[in-house]
């Protein structure tokens, strides 16, 4: 059964620092893998997708890496700012007999940038 | 409207009421779903519909029924919840055979008195 894990639950920085988010999953066989950000009491907005035989996806300040034989994933965040403040969430899709469509999330990084 | 809509936002609603949960998608994707979210525990998936078909129900109790009557409309219907029902009700589609990118609405919070 697949499992996703992050670490760790919570972090706190000052602006301006440049910051390292884990994501890690129990099983290698995925279509994909997705970080989402969720801002208190709001839905999810995708930042990046990563197909398995890519190694990393950019944008802007975001920076994912996948590592899909160690089962990790990274999100690596420059310059961060306090507007950066919230969830941060990975999910995988597994690869499963029929093609299902179910995505197996992470509880979380709760991240804070102070002013 | 662009994206994934859900109405109401907030819903309080006693044990022995029956409402429903709205979501559109404006984003031509044939793939819809529905999350439940709960304090301290991952994103459970509940169902899932890829061209109007329920493909996945994911054990979720029969007092929520949904109702998907076209690929940009999917409803969650509820009646006789319980307390731990309460939770924020997340909506997502996706394009089946793409890259397989969700995007998620807003969510309904949902309180069971």
């Known amino acids: 059964k697949q499992e996703v894990t992050q670490i760790p639950a919570a972090l706190s920085v000052p602006e301006g620092e440049n910051l390292v988010l884990n994501c890690s999953f129990t099983d290698s066989a995925i279509y994909n893998l997705q970080w989402f950000r969720q801002d208190p009491g709001k839905g999810l907005t995708s930042l990046l997708l990563?197909?398995?035989?890519?190694r990393e996806q950019t944008s802007g300040r975001l920076n994912a890496s996948l590592d899909k034989s160690s089962g990790r994933s990274t999100l690596y965040i420059a310059a961060s700012q306090p507007g950066d403040s919230a969830t941060y969430l990975c999910a995988v899709r597994p690869i499963t007999q029929g093609g299902s469509e179910k995505l197996v999330f992470g509880k979380g990084t709760k991240l804070t940038v102070n002013p | 409207e662009t994206g994934v809509t859900q109405t109401p936002r907030h819903l309080v609603m006693g044990m022995t009421n029956k409402k429903s949960l709205k979501c559109e998608q404006h984003l031509g994707h044939n793939a819809m779903y529905w999350y439940k979210q709960s304090a301290k525990k991952p994103l459970e998936l509940m169902f899932v519909?890829?061209?109007?078909?329920q493909t996945e129900n994911n054990s979720v109790p029969s007092r929520f029924s949904p109702e998907c009557p076209n690929s940009s409309h999917l409803f969650l219907h509820l009646h006789t919840l319980q307390p731990e029902d309460s939770a924020l009700y997340l909506c997502?589609?996706?394009?089946?055979w793409g890259p397989g990118e969700l995007f998620f609405g807003e969510g309904s919070r949902l309180t069971v008195l």
């Open positions: 997502a589609s996706s394009q089946i």
């Open positions: 519909y890829n061209f109007k078909e």
């Open positions: 990563i197909q398995s035989s890519q």
